[in-house]
């Protein structure tokens, strides 16, 4: 699928914001875990989130789809899945990561595994803590990357957990602490990063009856002695994707308004706004409706985005078309996700005519004058949005592989030409 994209200017879109990835995936597990049966509304219906639900019915979980409701009937901690089995996560590397630590509660090992791009993404940090708490971790092909086997059993205690890949890796243990021997104890020694998904985790998990003990981010503690209990749960909307349209009225100009987002919502990508204000925009909030328009100049800034990790390039989009230049720290993990996604957006800047300097942990951007072109986002569905956003403020961009979107946002090009209609 290949999409052209208009040039807009001083712009008057409406959209709803899909629901959350990030809520849809965890609450999928947790639900599975839990005891009874679970109604999730709103949830993700995206190729990755697909993946999580087909690999917990390969454990033996029911799961009902109907429209705009999963129902799941949890197996209150315990998988019997009869004999090993391997689960293919293609490149969801959300769905590998937080499912390494369910899977030691299956009867029979598991092995995980996904596309070769998953298999260069690192898995090592979570499979070291795996093994302090009683899990045994196989690397069948290269250490400390997919694909593993997982076997053994969560016997629980204390473990010290590195975060500087991934939060994911610290999400995966939490999740599953309440079903542990022993409680756990996590131990984290350096910052982690993308640290606010660790309170998107904290946030389902005590909505569905766990009881969390923490220290910020330098430790958690997970009772062992409150598991799930099901419940009827609303996914809520989500600040990633709602990023790309609050973006298209930064850099086109005019106003973009968004339904269905929490305004206190605990997702880290609501920063963006906060950045977006910085730039010179307004923003506006409602219940559920934020509004960001801009009338103005558009100023470069200097940030660090360690916590919000999938709003960095969209922001890189936004900062192409300042008045001054912008900087972007806290972002070396960027390299691990679907794509090195710090050296493709440079890449891609640049055969745009853009002037992007790249540093182990910074991007910096200088505007210039930029033309249209061809875009291949690597299989990357942010990148691809990214770079949608920009061709509606320059105009001759041609996505390339479009269809990458259904990752995390199926309804990204209908959301787009729904706009201006």
Not at 107 to 136: C, F, H, S, Y
Request: net charge neutral.
């Amino acid at each position: 699928m290949i999409v052209t994209v208009p040039l807009a200017k001083d712009v008057d879109w409406k959209f709803t914001a899909p629901p959350s990835k990030s809520y849809t995936h965890r609450a999928m597990i947790i639900a599975a875990l839990a005891n009874g049966r679970s109604i999730l509304q709103n949830p993700l219906f995206s190729e990755d989130t697909d993946l999580t639900r087909f690999a917990l019915e390969a454990l033996g979980v029911k799961l009902q789809v109907d429209p705009n409701l999963l129902r799941i009937t949890g197996l209150d901690g315990h998988f019997y899945c009869g004999r090993e089995k391997t689960i293919d996560l293609k490149n969801s590397g959300t769905s590998l990561r937080l499912l390494t630590s369910l899977a030691l509660l299956c009867d029979q090992p598991i092995i995980l595994t996904g596309n070769k791009r998953m298999q260069e993404r690192p898995i090592g940090p979570l499979a070291a803590a795996l093994k302090v708490l009683g899990g045994k971790i196989d690397f069948l092909e290269t250490e400390g990357y997919p694909p593993i086997r997982v076997h053994g059993t969560l016997k629980g205690g204390k473990t010290i957990i590195d975060g500087t890949i991934s939060s994911q890796f610290i999400s995966s243990l939490l999740l599953v602490g309440p079903y542990a021997q022993r409680q756990i104890k996590l131990d984290i020694p350096n910052p982690p990063v993308s640290s606010s998904y660790l309170d998107v985790t904290v946030d389902i998990m005590q909505a569905f009856g766990s009881r969390v003990f923490r220290d910020d981010h330098k430790w958690f503690q997970v009772s062992n002695r409150k598991q799930y209990q099901a419940r009827t749960y609303d996914i809520e909307g989500d600040f990633s994707s709602a990023s790309y349209f609050f973006a298209i009225a930064a850099i086109c100009g005019g106003r973009v308004e968004v339904s269905n987002l929490n305004p206190n919502s605990v997702q880290g990508d609501r920063q963006f706004l906060d950045l977006l204000q910085s730039m010179g925009c307004t923003v506006n909030q409602t219940y559920d409706n934020i509004s960001v328009e801009r009338t103005g100049e558009l100023k470069g800034i200097d940030c660090d985005m360690s916590s919000s990790p999938d709003t960095v390039q969209t922001l890189c989009i936004v900062a192409a078309m300042a008045s001054t230049p912008t900087t972007i720290r806290g972002i070396s993990h960027l390299k691990f996700k679907e794509s090195d996604r710090i050296i493709s957006t440079a890449k891609q800047l640049e055969k745009l005519g853009g002037d992007v300097k790249v540093e182990s942990d910074s991007i910096r951007i200088q505007p210039v004058k930029l033309h249209g072109g061809t875009i291949n986002p690597s299989d990357d569905h942010r990148t691809a949005m990214s770079f949608a956003v920009l061709g509606h403020a320059i105009g001759g961009i041609t996505i390339e592989n479009a269809e990458c979107v259904n990752k995390s946002f199926p309804g990204f090009w209908g959301a787009l030409e729904g706009a201006k209609s």
